[in-house]
């Protein structure tokens, strides 16, 4: 009998239809647009936050009551409101939710809120408030914004009326827009920037006057993609300002402030005399550290043996996730020199503090948040020192994820998100370079599972400072991964799986080699002769087989034109139909 070939599942769709892409947020805000906002919050509020308080909870978790001093709201008669969001710090123990919605003291915004249960806590008084997403007031273009919206005043104010029968009335300074352009900048210096790391960015130019008054400088804020979001530099990393020239260490995301750091962009400068002017020139700020009064966290290994122990939740291994995990972990692994561990199933012990790195399902994540990660570090003040105790990495279950490369368009691809969630729990924030890992937004569809070269520069930093003891915790020092090993030589084939076997298919995956660059299969019906194929991804379907028969599948690994895996694969099955 004449051996068949292999036939190889190619299918390629060309539909007159309009393609919409969906974007996501890996972590953070909700993602919705401010008419949707309106309509699904039971009260906006237009306010700051004056106050905070953290404390715990009943779950062993700590959470923290801002106190919003109300300027509008569309309730009448509310003057002070409250919000409880997970995280903050109580005496030496920070908990933070990396990519969370930043809560800034002492700034104005418009506050989107659903009611909160309220907790039995003599910490919380009365009914306090969950919060859906923040918008700011533009003055120049008079509008409401956010991320991926832009609302006129009038407009807002007809959809408040129609849904909340109420309107806000926002101030708007003519003189102050008329000031805009009086400052010169000319220069940033240097181009690109790191984050937490005590770099000092210069800025040249002239018309910047004295820093007394009004004067203050700003970037991009990471928190959000949107490119009227900026936070201000505390006066405490201003190192130098004159009329031509102001001279600033560019901080990190500090555990215990309010900001989440800073983010490529433009630079924005307000003088003294409430003068403003955001650059032309643009700064890359190539990673965001998380660090601890301007001190880098460290990465601990609490069984003291060198390695971060990662466990993952049952049922996302029962879904088929697993060998994402992995990968992405061996990818983390093989270009920083960390080393993080699959370290077992465990079921129930995800979102709490024990000690354990989770990677766990969370239900309760917005609808457009595919997920986000709770760290927990020890704060040693007396020798400033932070150590890092604790990452559970929360996935939405409500989302349709794609566990495989194989993506389609409606699906999001899991080892992506993993990938960035894995960037968080390495103690790294969020960027707004689209091309990094590190970023906050994933659109359906698309696989983002390569590190790029600013992603790979913020993981050799973390890794540098987290290899030698320290007297902050007793967990011990990161002993570097042994890349030469699994790293630079072509690993063997692995966590080989069948899935969908009929009489004449079969679904063919194995774990992916993070320097893999394609994938040999040679295939055989029992007896005939072998045929070859070369995948690019870590899967293939078989199809066009005979029913009741025994087929022999091996699997190489190439990883450049002279490396290949050591062994083949070798695995049979059998496929459906036998009487």
Known sequence: MEAKKILVLLLTLIVGVKVTYL???????????????????????????????SFWNYEDNIITKHTIKVAQSSKKNTNEIYILTEGGTVDDLTFTVLGAIDLTLNKQVIFFLNENEQINNNKTNGI????????????????????????????FNQMMIAKHNASFKFFRS???????????????????IAGGNNEVLTITGSGFGNFSGSAKV?????????TIIYEDIKAEFILSWSDTKIEFIVPGDDITEDTDGFATGAVQITTESDEVSTSTQTVEVIYNKKVYNGVSISLRSKDNNGTTAIYVEQQLINDGALPAIKSALATWNCATGTSL???????????????LNVVCYDATLSSFTLGNTRS????????????????????NSNINWSFTDDVEFSQYHFESVMLHEIGHAFTLGHVLNEADVMYPTLYN???????????????VDVMSNSTTENN???????????????CSSCANISGVTLENLTEKSVYLSWSKIPNAEKYELQYRLAGLQWNSYTSYTNNVILFDLEPCTTVECRLLASCDSETQSLNERLDTFTTFGCK
């Open 445 to 459: 569809g698309r696989n983002k599972s390569e590190l790029t070269n600013n992603d790979l520069a913020g993981g």
């Open 472 to 486: 902050c915790s007793v967990y011990g020092a990161i002993i570097p991964y042994n890349s030469n090993l699994a």
């Open 376 to 395: 927990v570090s020890r704060n040693c003040s007396n020798a400033g020192l932070a150590d890092q105790l604790d990452a559970d990495i929360r996935i």
């Open 218 to 226: 700003a970037m991009r804020s990471p928190s959000s993609i949107s």
């Open 128 to 155: 306090t408030y969950k919060l859906i997403d923040l918008a700011n007031y533009n003055q120049i273009s008079n509008a409401v914004e956010n991320v991926h919206s832009s609302i006129a005043i009038d407009k």
């Open 341 to 355: 561990v699959y370290a077992g199933a465990v079921s129930g012990v995800c979102k709490k503090y024990d000690g």
């Open 174 to 192: 003519e003189e102050r827009i008329s000031k805009t352009k009086q400052v010169d900048i000319t220069g940033l210096n240097p181009q690109k």
């Open 23 to 53: 974007s996501a947020q890996v972590c953070g805000s909700t993602n919705l647009p401010v008419n949707q906002l309106i309509n699904d919050a039971e009260i906006v509020v237009l306010g700051e936050v004056v106050d905070k308080q």
